[in-house]
């Protein structure tokens, strides 16, 4: 069974570029969920979709970042414009039932860095 | 603001010891506690969850929960160097994204 996917795993781009990442979370994971580690700093929660519902936006940083799930199955995290802080490591993961009954399987993270 | 709070380390143990790492959390509605390992440039791979205060068995493993004094720790028996890494402490208060601490980088000595 394959595991959750991302891509790119990395990305170097300039400040006021746009960057769009995209999540391929596990056949059947109808939870998908968002984080992000900045350098230095804990992984932190962005959002947690069930099918292409947002349930819970509470993490994302402000309105530069759009995630989209069109269709329930693959998930893409675009930010527009970026900027210097927004370099770290993104991770996606999911998992078939919602936390707290389920384990979330993390993907291997696509690192931005903004210049 | 939710907080979940580690050693950073590093946290040095000799092969074949026990590696006891520790985690304090700040939100009392918190339900459910796990414990991610990762090795440098991977993903976080869940080892052990946790529901209900005592002690979790899995192999090598122990997870021990306390609710009242707000930590979670975890044990690992007769260390072995493959378990060097960085452990990840998380907590779930709902349904939705974990609260993680920075972790605590592990280090077994041969």
């Known amino acids: 069974e394959a595991g959750v996917t991302q891509f790119p795993s990395h990305s170097v781009i300039e400040k006021g570029q746009t960057v769009t990442l995209r999540c391929d979370p596990i056949s059947g994971h109808d939870n998908l969920y968002w984080y992000r580690r900045v350098m230095g700093k804990e992984i932190k929660f962005l959002l947690h979709?069930?099918?292409?519902?947002?349930?819970?936006e509470s993490g994302m940083p402000n309105n530069r970042f759009l995630a989209e799930r069109t269709g329930g199955t693959y998930s893409t995290l675009k930010v527009q414009p970026a900027e210097l802080e927004d370099s770290g490591v993104y991770f996606c993961a999911s998992s078939q039932v919602p936390q707290g009954a389920a384990t979330q399987y993390f993907g291997p993270g696509t690192r931005l860095t903004v210049l | 603001q939710k907080e979940v709070e580690q050693n950073s380390g590093p946290l040095s143990v000799p092969e074949g010891a026990i590696a006891s790492l520790n985690c304090t959390y700040s939100?009392?509605?918190?339900?459910?506690f796990f414990w991610y390992r990762q090795y440098s440039g991977k993903s976080p791979e869940l080892i052990m969850s946790?529901?209900?205060?005592g002690d979790k068995e899995d192999g090598r493993f122990t997870a021990q929960l306390n609710k009242a004094s707000q930590y979670v720790s975890l044990l690992i028996r007769d260390s072995q160097p493959s378990d060097s890494a960085t452990y990840l402490c998380a907590v779930l208060e709902r349904a939705d994204g974990l609260t993680f601490g920075k972790g605590t980088h592990l280090i077994i000595q041969p």
């Open positions: 946790i529901y209900s205060n």
């Open positions: 979709f069930v099918k292409e519902s947002k349930q819970d």
């Open positions: 939100d009392r509605g918190s339900q459910s």
